[in-house]
């Protein structure tokens, strides 16, 4: 079955450093999306990747999406306090319906 | 814009009893999705349905869950019997077709 996996596991950075969190796919992904969830809530959606190759920025943060389609990264340029939690890849397999969730990166920033 | 309530937040339960948990979706909606997670890890989807119909329901115990969506607004989910490893987050979510997903806050189930 398809498995979406994560690395690192936990990060621990200082306040202003940058922090990178990678996704790879056991297969190729139509897309892939992005959530972050805080300690204590639920996932929240960050962005959606279609194209291979495709770069998205969003203020701090860099997504891509690999050019074979089953590897994605999340680049967080100068971290703040606010960026704690917990980052999921959820990839979907071509064809398919249903996201499989990756196992998460919990970032946690050091004031 | 509202957006995806559940129902209760919080559960204690014993070993081999039951425990329902609801969703309401954000208004038009037609995915909707359940979502056990347990602690640490990510979400893993246990049914998607399509308006009132069971997409996906791949990942679901079927032999202690079950999952129905009435009118193809609001769910339920339903375990009967609980185990302990039953213990987790229970997330409902909903979308538009293949769209990003608005999750709930979740029920924390505790069996013990």
């Known amino acids: 079955g398809q498995q979406v996996m994560q690395i690192p596991q936990y990060q621990h950075v200082q306040e202003g450093e940058d922090f990178t969190t990678y996704c790879n796919s056991s297969?190729?992904?139509?897309?892939i999306q992005w959530y972050k969830q805080r300690p204590g809530g639920h996932p929240v959606f960050l962005i959606q990747l279609v194209k291979s190759g495709e770069v998205k920025k969003q203020k701090r943060l860099t997504f891509q999406f690999g050019e074979a389609k089953k590897n994605s990264s999340l680049h967080i340029t100068a971290t703040q306090t606010t960026d704690v939690g917990t980052y999921f890849c959820a990839g979907r397999q071509t064809g398919a319906n249903n996201l499989f969730f990756g196992t998460g990166t919990r970032l946690t920033v050091i004031p | 814009e509202a957006g995806v309530a559940q129902s209760p937040r919080y559960k204690i339960i014993e070993k081999r009893q039951s425990v329902a948990f609801w969703c309401n979706p954000i208004?038009?909606?037609?995915?909707l999705y359940w979502y056990q997670q347990i602690l640490g890890q990510g979400p893993k989807l246990l049914i998607q349905?399509?308006?009132?119909?069971?997409?996906?329901d791949s990942q679901l115990p079927k032999d202690r869950f079950s999952a129905e969506r009435l009118k193809g607004v609001d769910s339920t989910l339903k375990i009967q019997p609980a185990k302990l490893e039953d213990s987790a987050v229970y997330l409902c979510?909903?979308?538009?077709?293949?769209?990003?997903?608005?999750f709930g806050p979740g029920t924390r189930l505790t069996v013990l």
């Open positions: 208004s038009g909606h037609a995915t």
């Open positions: 979510a909903s979308s538009w077709v293949k769209r990003e997903q608005f």
């Open positions: 297969t190729t992904l139509s897309n």
């Open positions: 349905f399509q308006n009132n119909g069971v997409v996906d």
